[in-house]
């Protein structure tokens, strides 16, 4: 106990030194203080040499809080205007859906004409597509610009514990050389992308970008419907390698093995494991941090000992701060901090009674082990909201009603996630194998997807609440208390593991025909259903469109330029098992609606690409033009048509002529009409008004049910007489909320005829309307 004081001391040092007008801060003194009060009760003669102790640790912890850096050389030259930095990337490049960040070590900046050396830590943000690596001698060009605070999360702070005082944006970035980092460090990283390109290949999004999340610790993947989903459960730990996640994982883990033959060896297995496994991932500092407290954890619920894992957790602070004194204000390390707190106070009671109540049932041998699984979940989450709850309180001031049944329901099969991808990517050399495994764990991970889906859209799924932070800090400060005076007694119940063991053949089979019946029944209910559908994707402001015919063809037109988005609008819609795009329809060359498509040609097979056969010199465009090459690609101009086999047409209205390069993107977009017997789509993209006016030149029959505003409903962007032609029965607008040219405009607006319904992405999300060629029915999925 007397390491739990002299950390606390230690805290308290850092704390006073580096207070400031933030919660943050306060929050840890409070803790402090009311633990340091339990310490002064104890001075007697035996205890005067540890109160000592304390205070001169405390010092220390002062000390070492006024070394701090609080800015670096670089960063005086932000707001100054351009300049070109040199330097090497330092760590893995974070690669988004629009843009790369890199942090960099700066050696060298010139500006207006003169280099000189300096040093500072940057970050970089540069526009996608790049081709940047680890280890990399770059050069960036632009301003360099202080950090913002936003209103519930300071950008500057998180950047600052990383040493980072300066960002630059929309940087002009060349690569000079390669090969400046670590090896070792750059092999894992390929590593790691391989892997990650595996699992890429043999599922669809949301799953495979889920199951990277929780395999490699790349979450970027996840598209922000599928995050935001997952944040407003309260689910977010699933997503990513965070220490409250291994908490509540190491909990379970420890106390399934606690049931089996291996009950006193269960450190001895889960500790490499999570050692192989966070050097794999990269072994960052957050990823560290979350190994040591599940590490921590694990050992001190084997060994069972009254006062490890306090004294172990008070040995963590000391030398986390001494390295960072920062950490201590990390949001991530306070939620691993807690969780392991509250997993050390209340997982053996609550599993106790918990027990308890199910002896008291007497449930059968076989069921009542599986009642003693989802109890075991149970207890862990219960354990870990406890103490977890007030932080998320006190920093978002949101809280999740549905956490706990979530929770509940998905985190039993985290760890056949873990298992069958993690087998079924280190078996990838064995491509039959590594695929049955992969279809496999798609049915633990659409569960969890659907399962959070599911209750994100309840209307009190997140709640906004703010609590008042004395009362949170109050309620922490006896809960440290709490910890210090009293460790709780270990309990533990029925052992399903052991019963799975003793029926491992039976429960193999039953398992593997459960599947196969849940993947039947899923191939099945994706089989077409006789209609017409046609997506308008929530893209922001970007041109999107799935079409999907009576048969089942599938056409896509553009894109946008956020590939997990569009990959996951896909995988949510198409057959799980299907591959192939029939139809990819490429507009126009404009990246900002097609850039995404470069990912769509690595995961899906086309079968036919349609463009209007404009060259660009853009290398970018360039490069999606030489992966098209790949497949069939046919430019097309007014007058062209495809039929399908289930009555379905597509009828090309624009380009008048293929293009000539520099000529207007907009002036000879594709537009197409797609008919189904009595009703039609008019699908405009960005079609300008002199392209409008061209097709109403050319004569051709425009009439349809539903037309696409062009251009997202700028200024200027709709011709009354193309509108009077077309005589829409509904419109459909794709936009942004956030977007800068303030679409759509009112003026634009103001040309619709307000009985038309005007259905649009940026208020209700992505608009799905379908036909079976009679009756038109129009849903919104936000």
């Not at 509250?342 to 082990?369: K, Q």
Request: glycine share 6%; aromatic share 8%; net charge negative.
């Amino acid at each position: 106990m007397r390491l739990i004081y002299l950390a606390l001391g230690w805290v308290a040092g850092i704390v006073l030194v580096t207070r400031e007008d933030d919660m943050v801060f306060t929050i840890w003194l409070l803790l402090v203080m009311s633990t340091g009060i339990l310490a002064l009760l104890m001075i007697y003669r035996e205890q005067r040499r540890l109160i000592i102790g304390v205070l001169f640790i405390f010092i220390l912890g002062a000390i070492r809080a006024l070394f701090v850096p609080s800015t670096n050389e670089i960063a005086r030259l932000n707001g100054v205007g351009g300049l070109t930095i040199e330097g090497i990337v330092i760590t893995e490049p974070d690669i988004r859906d629009d843009r790369v960040l890199l942090r960099v070590d700066v050696e060298t900046v010139t500006r207006i004409g003169r280099t000189e050396p300096i040093a500072g830590r940057i970050l970089v943000e540069a526009l996608r597509p790049i081709d940047i690596r680890f280890g990399d001698r770059i050069t960036a060009t632009g301003a360099l610009f202080t950090p913002q605070e936003f209103d519930t999360f300071s950008y500057r702070d998180f950047l600052a514990r990383q040493g980072v005082f300066s960002m630059m944006d929309n940087a002009a970035v060349e690569v000079l050389s390669s090969g400046h980092g670590s090896h070792l460090q750059a092999q894992l990283i390929d590593l790691k992308h391989d892997a990650q390109q595996t699992i890429s290949d043999a599922l669809p999004d949301p799953q495979a970008a889920l199951l990277t999340g929780i395999l490699l610790g790349n979450e970027r993947g996840i598209s922000p419907e599928v995050a935001d989903a997952f944040r407003s459960v309260g689910a977010s730990h699933v997503i990513a390698i965070s220490g409250f996640n291994m908490a509540v994982m190491s909990g379970v883990f420890v106390n399934l093995l606690r049931r089996t033959r291996l009950r006193n060896r269960a450190a001895l297995i889960g500790v490499p494991v999570i050692i192989i496994y966070t050097i794999f991932v990269g072994a960052d500092a957050a990823v560290v941090r979350a190994a040591v407290m599940s590490s921590l954890l694990m050992v001190g619920m084997t060994l069972r000992r009254k006062t490890f894992i306090p004294a172990s957790l008070g040995l963590v602070v000391i030398v986390m701060s001494f390295i960072n004194p920062t950490v201590l204000t990390d949001v991530g390390f306070q939620l691993s901090f807690f969780a392991v707190l509250g997993m050390m106070l209340f997982a053996d009671p609550f599993s106790v009674y918990v027990n308890r109540f199910i002896d008291g049932l007497r449930f059968s041998t076989e069921f009542g082990g599986l009642i003693s699984l989802l109890c075991e979940t149970l207890v862990v989450t219960l354990a870990v909201q406890i103490t977890v709850l007030p932080v998320t309180l006190l920093h978002f001031q949101q809280v999740s009603l549905v956490a706990l049944p979530v929770n509940l329901l998905i985190v039993p099969v985290q760890a056949i996630i873990l298992f069958l991808g993690g087998a079924a990517t280190l078996l990838s050399f064995l491509p039959q194998v590594s695929q049955v495994l992969y279809w496999f764990d798609y049915i633990a991970l659409t569960w969890t997807v659907e399962v959070v889906r599911a209750f994100s859209r309840l209307s009190f799924a997140e709640v906004d609440w703010f609590v008042n932070p004395v009362h949170v800090y109050t309620y922490l400060s006896f809960l440290i208390a709490g910890a210090i005076v009293h460790i709780a007694q270990p309990g533990w119940a029925y052992s399903l593991s052991a019963w799975l063991r003793r029926r491992a053949v039976v429960t193999t089979t039953s398992l593997a025909a459960v599947g196969i019946f849940l993947l039947t029944i899923t191939a099945f209910s994706n089989r077409p259903d006789g209609d017409l559908h046609v997506w308008m994707l929530d893209m922001g402001h970007s041109n999107a469109v799935l079409i999907q015919t009576p048969d089942g063809a599938q056409m896509l037109v553009d894109g946008g330029r956020f590939p997990s988005r569009l990959l996951t609008a896909l995988g949510d819609r198409l057959p799980f098992t299907d591959r192939e795009i029939d139809v990819l329809v490429v507009t126009h060359p404009d990246i900002f609606d097609i850039a995404v498509l470069a990912s769509v040609l690595e995961r899906y097979d086309v079968g036919v690409v349609l463009t209007n056969g404009q060259p660009n010199q853009n290398v970018a465009i360039r490069e999606l033009d030489a992966a098209l090459a790949e497949f069939p690609v046919v430019p097309v101009t007014a007058g062209y048509s495809l039929g399908m086999d289930d009555g379905t047409r597509i009828e090309i209205l624009n380009p008048q002529r293929t293009p000539a390069l520099g000529e207007s993107f907009n002036e000879h977009v594709i537009v197409l009409r797609v008919i189904y017997e009595n009703v039609s789509f008019l699908l405009t993209s960005d079609l300008s008004i002199d392209g409008q006016r061209a097709i109403l030149n050319s004569g051709q029959q425009l009439f349809a049910s539903v037309m696409q505003l062009p251009q997202h409903g700028t200024t200027d962007s709709l011709d009354e007489a193309f509108l009077e032609a077309v005589q829409p029965q509904v419109i459909v607008l794709q936009s942004d909320a956030a977007n800068r040219r303030n679409d759509p405009d009112p003026d634009t607006l103001s040309l619709l005829d307000d009985e038309i319904p005007l259905f649009r992405t940026d208020e209700g999300g992505t608009i799905h309307l379908f036909t079976d060629g009679h009756d038109l029915w129009v849903q919104q999925d936000k």
